[in-house]
């Protein structure tokens, strides 16, 4: 069974740090890309940032791009986003991703989502 866990949600204070964790488990065969996205209270879904398999393919958003940092360890199947600088705007509803690509088919996964909070 494909399961997703986040963890390290909160409530800081802007200026303030979080890091997030995702572990993947059940992925027999394999995974591509995993990444982070976020959504705020009546906002879509948004990429935050990915990384490929071989961790040199990171792919971060320009609203966080000097600020958040994400890494895997593929033995542990593990996504860490590390986040600095947080900014109330940065308050949603961070999702885990887990995309896998099979014969040309797109295959997303998701984690329950973990909250964060900034406050001014």
């Known amino acids: 069974q494909v399961q997703l866990v986040e963890s390290g949600g909160g409530l800081v204070q802007a200026g303030g740090s979080l890091r997030l964790s995702c572990v993947a488990s059940?992925?027999?065969?394999?995974?591509?890309?995993m990444g982070w996205y976020r959504q705020a209270p009546g906002k879509q879904r948004d990429l935050v940032a990915s990384?490929?398999?071989?961790?040199?393919?990171?792919n971060i958003a320009d609203s966080v791009k000097d600020r958040f940092t994400i890494s895997r360890d593929n033995g542990k199947n593990t996504v860490y986003l590390q986040m600095n600088v947080l900014k109330p705007e940065d308050t949603a509803v961070y999702y885990c991703?887990?995309?896998?690509?099979?014969?040309?088919?797109?295959?997303?996964?998701w984690g329950q989502g973990t909250q964060v909070t900034v406050s001014s």
């Open positions: 059940g992925f027999g065969f394999g995974i591509d890309v």
């Open positions: 990384i490929g398999v071989g961790g040199d393919s990171a």
């Open positions: 991703n887990v995309r896998n690509i099979r014969y040309g088919e797109v295959y997303d996964y």
